[in-house]
């Protein structure tokens, strides 16, 4: 009971009423506030304020960008982001939490448009560990405290984030890397927040607030340009639904006769 005498609401009360019965705000402009206020008393909690980005505008972060330069040098976000394009086994190693969340959330963000559906645990609880074998693609964190046994590792990408080194575990397919053309694209872009591409940003390189105001928007548009112009012509490969055909995508005429074609941009046609 509250101390006013009142009975409080169960968790799931709450929990329930928030992810069920709160509405969901349309995009654009509009918010949708909720107060959190104890049930039997005055105590008001914090507000939580839901809102959605307009149709024409990038999705909604409530973090910087400038973190995920501040562990990883631009090569290796490069190697990073293209293994998790080709759906690899991807698992972020740090001595710290917060790095494990940040690194995750950001690398999920930078695939927009595309939308990672497969596991993602951004930290893996240390009883839950011999889940890193799983045969399918992921986004695992672990602390460096608590590393599984390597034998259960065979082909899985190590993002060592304290150390900015991205390594392959034995077994597997090797990792397919992007055409030089397709790196250049996503190096021309970055270089220009982070001039030593082969390093992670110092800790007082950079303040949070001026790479926000001055790069952030930059680094975004410059991982969107990129899925623009490596899918721009993918509708001249659709074959049009009939009562014969279902739309159909022509996967192998769009890599032979892409401009950028590459190992690495067939093997994300198969994903």
């Known amino acids: 009971s509250s101390k006013s005498g009142g009975a409080r609401a169960p968790l799931e009360r709450v929990l329930s009423n928030f992810m069920f019965e709160t509405p ?3 995009r654009g402009r509009i918010n949708v506030q909720v107060t959190l206020t104890e049930t039997g008393t005055n105590t008001k909690g ?10 024409n505008k990038l999705p909604l972060r409530d973090f910087s960008l400038i973190h995920l330069f501040r562990l990883l040098s631009v090569e290796n976000i490069i190697i ?8 690899r086994r991807v698992m972020f190693v740090s001595n710290r939490v917060e790095d ?21 645990v951004p930290v893996l609880p240390e009883p839950l560990l011999e889940r890193v074998c799983a045969p399918f693609p992921y986004i695992m964190g672990v602390t460096e405290s608590c590393m599984p046994d390597e034998k259960l590792l065979d082909g899985v990408v190590q993002v060592e984030l304290h150390k900015n080194n991205v390594a392959q575990y ?7 890397r992007l055409s030089d053309k397709l790196h250049a694209r ?10 030593d591409t082969g390093e992670p940003l110092g800790p007082g390189a950079m303040d949070e607030k001026v790479f926000r105001d001055k790069y952030e ?12 112009k490596l899918f721009r012509s993918y509708k001249k490969y659709v074959e049009a639904p009939s009562e014969e055909v279902v739309e159909k995508f022509k996967k192998e005429e769009f890599v032979a006769e892409h401009p950028d074609r590459c190992d690495w941009l067939k ?4 994903t």
């Open 170 to 176: 034995r077994g597997g397919d090797e990792i397919k």
């Open 46 to 55: 914090g507000t939580i304020n839901l809102k959605r980005p307009a149709p």
């Open 80 to 87: 990073v982001f293209s293994c998790l394009l080709n759906e």
């Open 24 to 26: 969901f705000p349309p």
């Open 100 to 120: 494990l969340c940040l690194a995750a959330e950001t690398f999920k963000s930078l695939l927009f448009p595309m939308i990672w559906r497969h596991i993602y």
């Open 186 to 195: 996503l190096h021309k872009g970055l270089k220009k927040v982070v001039p």
């Open 267 to 270: 093997e994300v046609m198969e």
């Open 217 to 228: 928007s930059d680094v975004e548009q410059t991982f969107l340009r990129f899925f623009v």
